[in-house]
Protein backbone atom coordinates (compact mmCIF):
# COMPACT_ATOMS: atom_id res chain seq x y z
CA UNK A 1 0.00 0.00 0.00
CA UNK A 2 1.11 3.78 -0.63
CA UNK A 3 2.37 5.36 2.73
CA UNK A 4 1.31 8.41 3.78
CA UNK A 5 4.74 8.67 5.77
CA UNK A 6 7.24 7.47 3.75
CA UNK A 7 10.70 6.60 5.27
CA UNK A 8 14.10 5.88 4.86
CA UNK A 9 16.02 2.27 3.81
CA UNK A 10 20.05 2.35 3.78
CA UNK A 11 20.61 -1.00 1.62
CA UNK A 12 24.40 -1.13 2.12
CA UNK A 13 25.56 -4.57 0.14
CA UNK A 14 29.00 -5.95 0.34
CA UNK A 15 31.60 -8.61 -0.09
CA UNK A 16 34.18 -9.07 2.84
CA UNK A 17 38.08 -9.48 2.77
CA UNK A 18 37.94 -12.01 5.42
CA UNK A 19 35.42 -13.28 7.97
CA UNK A 20 37.01 -13.11 11.01
CA UNK A 21 36.05 -12.83 14.45
CA UNK A 22 36.72 -8.94 14.47
CA UNK A 23 34.62 -8.57 11.86
CA UNK A 24 31.60 -9.92 12.81
CA UNK A 25 31.90 -8.47 16.81
CA UNK A 26 32.47 -5.02 14.91
CA UNK A 27 29.04 -5.93 12.99
CA UNK A 28 27.02 -6.24 16.07
CA UNK A 29 28.57 -3.21 17.67
CA UNK A 30 26.58 -1.37 14.41
CA UNK A 31 23.53 -2.86 15.09
CA UNK A 32 23.17 -1.97 18.73
CA UNK A 33 24.64 1.90 17.67
CA UNK A 34 21.65 1.91 15.03
CA UNK A 35 19.26 0.96 17.29
CA UNK A 36 20.09 3.87 20.15
CA UNK A 37 20.24 6.36 18.20
CA UNK A 38 16.89 8.68 17.32
CA UNK A 39 15.25 8.10 13.84
CA UNK A 40 16.03 4.61 13.82
CA UNK A 41 13.48 2.24 12.59
CA UNK A 42 14.47 -1.27 12.13
CA UNK A 43 17.49 -3.35 11.21
CA UNK A 44 17.62 -6.57 8.64
CA UNK A 45 20.54 -8.81 7.87
CA UNK A 46 21.71 -11.77 5.63
CA UNK A 47 24.72 -13.14 4.40
CA UNK A 48 25.53 -15.63 1.93
CA UNK A 49 28.22 -14.84 -0.58
CA UNK A 50 27.29 -11.62 -0.22
CA UNK A 51 26.12 -9.41 2.69
CA UNK A 52 23.16 -7.25 2.41
CA UNK A 53 22.15 -5.26 5.54
CA UNK A 54 19.23 -3.30 5.07
CA UNK A 55 18.66 -0.24 8.20
CA UNK A 56 15.37 1.41 8.54
CA UNK A 57 15.28 5.64 9.19
CA UNK A 58 12.73 8.27 9.83
CA UNK A 59 14.74 11.08 8.02
CA UNK A 60 17.64 11.48 5.92
CA UNK A 61 18.88 13.73 9.39
CA UNK A 62 18.99 10.67 11.13
CA UNK A 63 20.59 8.86 8.43
CA UNK A 64 23.83 11.48 8.46
CA UNK A 65 24.66 11.05 12.53
CA UNK A 66 24.12 6.91 11.98
CA UNK A 67 26.78 7.61 9.40
CA UNK A 68 29.16 9.96 11.01
CA UNK A 69 29.11 7.42 13.82
CA UNK A 70 29.82 4.04 11.95
CA UNK A 71 32.59 5.62 10.27
CA UNK A 72 33.55 7.01 13.50
CA UNK A 73 33.29 2.78 14.61
CA UNK A 74 35.62 2.04 11.55
CA UNK A 75 38.30 4.65 11.95
CA UNK A 76 38.29 3.12 15.75
CA UNK A 77 39.47 -0.17 14.40
CA UNK A 78 40.57 -0.12 11.14
CA UNK A 79 39.66 1.41 7.98
CA UNK A 80 35.80 0.16 6.21
CA UNK A 81 38.05 -0.66 3.09
CA UNK A 82 40.47 -3.17 4.79
CA UNK A 83 37.40 -4.95 6.07
CA UNK A 84 35.82 -5.19 2.45
CA UNK A 85 36.52 -5.85 -0.86
CA UNK A 86 33.72 -4.61 -2.22
CA UNK A 87 30.99 -2.66 -1.07
CA UNK A 88 27.41 -0.37 -2.24
CA UNK A 89 25.11 2.12 -0.61
CA UNK A 90 22.23 2.92 -1.35
CA UNK A 91 19.87 5.59 0.48
CA UNK A 92 16.36 4.70 -0.55
CA UNK A 93 12.59 6.29 0.03
CA UNK A 94 9.98 3.90 0.78
CA UNK A 95 7.18 4.63 -0.87
CA UNK A 96 4.86 1.28 -0.80
CA UNK A 97 5.07 -1.77 1.40
CA UNK A 98 2.90 -4.72 1.96
CA UNK A 99 3.42 -7.82 3.89
CA UNK A 100 1.99 -11.38 5.19
CA UNK A 101 2.56 -13.10 8.55
CA UNK A 102 3.82 -12.98 11.62
CA UNK A 103 7.53 -11.80 11.61
CA UNK B 1 25.94 11.51 -4.07
CA UNK B 2 22.66 12.36 -5.49
CA UNK B 3 21.34 10.59 -8.62
CA UNK B 4 20.18 12.35 -11.61
CA UNK B 5 18.24 9.12 -12.71
CA UNK B 6 17.02 7.74 -9.82
CA UNK B 7 15.58 4.43 -10.02
CA UNK B 8 13.82 1.78 -8.20
CA UNK B 9 14.44 -0.98 -5.78
CA UNK B 10 12.26 -3.96 -4.21
CA UNK B 11 13.34 -4.92 -1.69
CA UNK B 12 11.96 -8.32 -0.62
CA UNK B 13 12.66 -9.61 3.15
CA UNK B 14 11.33 -13.49 4.20
CA UNK B 15 11.16 -16.14 6.77
CA UNK B 16 10.46 -19.12 5.26
CA UNK B 17 8.19 -22.43 6.66
CA UNK B 18 10.98 -24.67 5.04
CA UNK B 19 14.37 -25.10 2.73
CA UNK B 20 13.28 -27.40 0.12
CA UNK B 21 14.25 -28.32 -3.14
CA UNK B 22 11.25 -26.81 -4.68
CA UNK B 23 12.12 -23.68 -2.79
CA UNK B 24 15.15 -22.53 -4.07
CA UNK B 25 14.36 -24.04 -7.16
CA UNK B 26 11.43 -21.58 -7.96
CA UNK B 27 14.08 -18.51 -6.25
CA UNK B 28 16.36 -19.11 -9.12
CA UNK B 29 13.31 -19.11 -11.44
CA UNK B 30 12.06 -15.74 -10.39
CA UNK B 31 16.06 -14.35 -10.86
CA UNK B 32 15.69 -15.80 -14.46
CA UNK B 33 12.49 -14.16 -15.05
CA UNK B 34 13.49 -10.75 -13.59
CA UNK B 35 16.64 -10.65 -15.28
CA UNK B 36 14.89 -11.41 -19.09
CA UNK B 37 12.19 -8.54 -18.25
CA UNK B 38 12.06 -4.96 -19.82
CA UNK B 39 13.19 -2.02 -17.31
CA UNK B 40 15.49 -5.04 -15.03
CA UNK B 41 18.72 -3.56 -13.72
CA UNK B 42 20.18 -6.27 -11.51
CA UNK B 43 19.35 -8.65 -8.33
CA UNK B 44 21.25 -9.40 -5.14
CA UNK B 45 20.38 -11.80 -2.56
CA UNK B 46 21.35 -13.34 0.69
CA UNK B 47 20.14 -15.51 3.08
CA UNK B 48 20.88 -16.12 7.14
CA UNK B 49 17.80 -17.13 9.41
CA UNK B 50 16.43 -14.42 7.37
CA UNK B 51 16.29 -14.21 3.40
CA UNK B 52 16.77 -10.72 1.91
CA UNK B 53 16.60 -9.92 -1.97
CA UNK B 54 16.75 -7.06 -3.90
CA UNK B 55 16.05 -6.24 -7.30
CA UNK B 56 16.29 -3.04 -9.17
CA UNK B 57 14.19 -1.80 -11.91
CA UNK B 58 13.94 1.45 -13.45
CA UNK B 59 10.40 2.37 -13.17
CA UNK B 60 7.21 1.26 -11.24
CA UNK B 61 5.67 0.06 -14.54
CA UNK B 62 8.74 -2.57 -14.70
CA UNK B 63 7.73 -3.57 -11.06
CA UNK B 64 4.49 -4.09 -11.40
CA UNK B 65 4.63 -6.34 -14.48
CA UNK B 66 7.03 -8.18 -12.77
CA UNK B 67 4.42 -8.94 -10.14
CA UNK B 68 2.04 -9.87 -11.58
CA UNK B 69 4.66 -12.98 -13.16
CA UNK B 70 6.14 -13.51 -10.10
CA UNK B 71 2.76 -14.19 -8.91
CA UNK B 72 1.41 -16.49 -12.19
CA UNK B 73 4.96 -18.11 -11.27
CA UNK B 74 4.26 -18.74 -7.55
CA UNK B 75 0.72 -19.89 -8.79
CA UNK B 76 1.76 -22.51 -10.79
CA UNK B 77 3.91 -24.22 -8.18
CA UNK B 78 1.93 -23.64 -4.59
CA UNK B 79 0.63 -19.97 -2.94
CA UNK B 80 3.29 -17.58 -1.92
CA UNK B 81 1.84 -18.30 1.70
CA UNK B 82 2.70 -21.96 1.78
CA UNK B 83 6.27 -21.19 1.09
CA UNK B 84 6.92 -17.93 3.31
CA UNK B 85 5.88 -17.51 7.19
CA UNK B 86 6.52 -14.12 6.90
CA UNK B 87 7.50 -11.78 4.24
CA UNK B 88 7.31 -7.75 3.27
CA UNK B 89 7.56 -6.22 0.26
CA UNK B 90 9.20 -2.80 0.16
CA UNK B 91 9.20 -0.48 -2.80
CA UNK B 92 11.66 2.16 -2.59
CA UNK B 93 13.15 5.24 -4.75
CA UNK B 94 17.02 5.24 -4.44
CA UNK B 95 17.78 8.49 -4.21
CA UNK B 96 21.54 8.42 -3.51
CA UNK B 97 24.16 5.85 -3.51
CA UNK B 98 28.16 5.34 -3.52
CA UNK B 99 30.47 2.57 -4.04
CA UNK B 100 33.93 1.26 -3.29
CA UNK B 101 36.18 -1.66 -4.69
CA UNK B 102 35.19 -3.91 -7.57
CA UNK B 103 32.26 -6.17 -7.26
Known amino acids: MELNNPYYAVIFTSITTEED ?6 VHQMES ?3 SQTGFLGFE ?3 GQMGISVSYWDSL ?3 A ?3 MQADHLFAQKKGREEWYKWYKVRICLVEREYEFGNG
Chains 1, 2 share one sequence.
Not at 21 to 26: N, T
Open 61 to 63: GAI
Open 65 to 67: IWK
Open 33 to 35: LAK
Open 45 to 47: SAR
Open 21 to 26: KGYLEM
